[in-house]
């Protein structure tokens, strides 16, 4: 069956636009997570959805950070007035069970460069 | 706070055994993760550990002392597809992973 999959895999922003990243996560599966990677470095904690509910958002940076998974599936990370410091991997990760407490499944991430 | 230590890089040759450490220091815990990371792909699940203890998987090993916040990861036979990052993450008391920054594995031939 397919997996996990983000679009688009790569993003070049110029500082102060506007970008929106799409996860879409293996059917049926009720939590999703969202994380930031930079080069050389493991992934950190954005957000949680549980369906359709954002139950963690301690790890977004900034009010700048939304992230929305309105029907329990697909899900968008909106990044407003992109700085340089958001340049980083953004991975996307779904679970079939509720919370953290088993296998992650990832996708492939979205690359984003913000010049 | 929050703290995840695993050696930045490591060497082994083909066919050879590899340990990867791993220590960490997290308010709370409820598991530890270890995933493999190929070079500009996603991570992929290897092993959980909750209990104290090695469990072993194929070629893959994961051991867990709870009591000295350590862990280890052991990969025997290694491949050269083994050649990628490990990356040690703890499940802390909010259940939130936090992740060390990987440990980059060069496999020699």
């Known amino acids: 069956g397919a997996g996990v999959s983000q679009s688009p895999r790569y993003k070049v922003a110029k500082r102060g636009q506007d970008v929106a990243l799409r996860c879409d996560p293996i059917?049926?599966?009720?939590?999703l997570f969202w994380y930031q990677q930079a080069l050389g470095q493991g992934p950190e904690f954005l957000t949680y959805?549980?369906?359709?509910?954002?139950?963690?958002k301690s790890g977004l940076p900034s009010d700048r950070f939304f992230a929305e998974r309105p029907e329990g599936s697909v899900s968008t990370l909106k990044i407003q007035r992109t700085q340089q410091e958001d340049s980083a991997v953004y991975l996307c990760?779904?679970?079939?069970?509720?919370?953290?407490?088993?296998?992650?499944?990832f996708g492939p991430g979205t690359r984003l460069t913000v010049t | 706070g929050q703290n995840i230590d695993q050696p930045t890089e490591m060497t082994a040759t083909e066919g050879a055994i590899v340990q990867i450490n791993c220590t960490y220091q997290?308010?709370?815990?409820?598991?530890l993760f270890w995933y493999q990371q190929h070079a500009a792909e996603a991570p992929t699940f290897l092993s959980y550990?909750?209990l104290d203890g090695l469990e072993e998987k194929g070629r893959f090993s994961s051991f867990l002392s709870r009591s000295k916040g350590y862990s280890y990861l052991l990969l025997k036979e290694l491949q050269m597809k083994d050649s990628a990052s490990y990356l040690c993450?703890?499940?802390?008391?909010?259940?939130?992973?936090?992740w060390g920054a990987g440990t980059k594995l060069i496999i020699k031939p």
């Open positions: 990760a779904s679970s079939y069970v509720a919370g953290a407490t088993y296998e992650q499944y």
């Open positions: 059917s049926g599966h009720v939590s």
């Open positions: 959805f549980q369906n359709e509910a954002q139950l963690d």
């Open positions: 997290t308010s709370g815990f409820n598991g």
């Open positions: 550990n909750v």
């Open positions: 993450a703890s499940l802390d008391s909010n259940y939130q992973l936090i």
